[in-house]
């Protein structure tokens, strides 16, 4: 699968190259802030919650026709999410007292992300756009901030295997300032189930500089 997509990413770079040898070709630097987290659509309880984190990177924007444009993204971000479970209950033995409090986690995910964004625009300066984006995860760190027990392996991640690969869809809007200063906001919403459930949820804002 993943074999297969790296080849569509090679004939889409082939693709927008060939084109933007016909067309308006500018690059860039854009960076800003994130809040990600999980969805869970399988699970009972939703016990992941946002965090804030940042990204920063470059693009290339094409102008394939007057009102029509695309942007391929090579950005690093920081994502992950929070985890909170209430009132866990524990037991060291029958006749304890049980101990009752809250885990909570925070989750960090460093990931380069592809994304691939066409453009319309409405205006000189505002512009809606959606596309596909592929994430590539470098690391995932869980870190406990508190705990209903002492023992520091409680709740700790037992999958061998994690994540390194995620997928899904972008959409957003933009405002230009100027021709080489703007903002812009995102949702990403992804559509590839990973360990325990999960699905990436991210919502970005940020700057963009032309060069």
């Avoid at 800003?32 to 939703?46: E, H, M």
């Avoid at 590539?136 to 209903?148: D, G, H, R, V």
């Avoid at 325990?196 to 940020?206: A, C, D, E, K, M």
Wanted: aromatic share 14%; hydrophobic share 40%; net charge neutral.
């Amino acid at each position: 699968m993943k074999k297969q997509i790296c080849l569509l990413l090679t004939l889409i770079v082939c693709a927008v190259g060939v084109k933007a040898q016909e067309s308006n070709l500018d690059f860039g630097f854009k960076g800003g802030v994130n809040y990600a987290s999980y969805r869970t659509p399988d699970a009972f309880i939703d016990v992941y919650k946002g965090k804030i984190g940042f990204f920063v990177g470059g693009f290339a924007n094409i102008g394939i026709t007057e009102k029509f444009k695309v942007q391929p993204e090579l950005l690093f971000a920081m994502q992950g999410a929070r985890f909170v479970l209430k009132d866990i209950e524990i037991r060291d033995g029958a006749n304890n007292e049980p101990k009752v409090g809250d885990l909570k986690k925070s989750i960090n995910e460093a990931t380069i992300l592809l994304p691939i964004m066409g453009q319309y625009y409405i205006n000189e300066t505002f512009y809606v756009e959606a596309g596909p984006q592929f994430g590539f995860i470098l690391s995932n760190k869980e870190k406990i901030i508190t705990s209903p027990t002492d023992d520091p392996n409680f709740n700790a991640p037992n999958t061998v295997d994690p994540d390194t690969f995620d997928a899904g869809i972008s959409f957003g809007a933009g405002y230009k300032f100027t021709e080489k200063l703007g903002l812009s906001a995102r949702y990403y919403y992804g559509l590839i189930k990973r360990d325990y459930g999960i699905y990436s949820s991210v919502l970005n804002i940020g700057m963009e500089y032309s060069l």
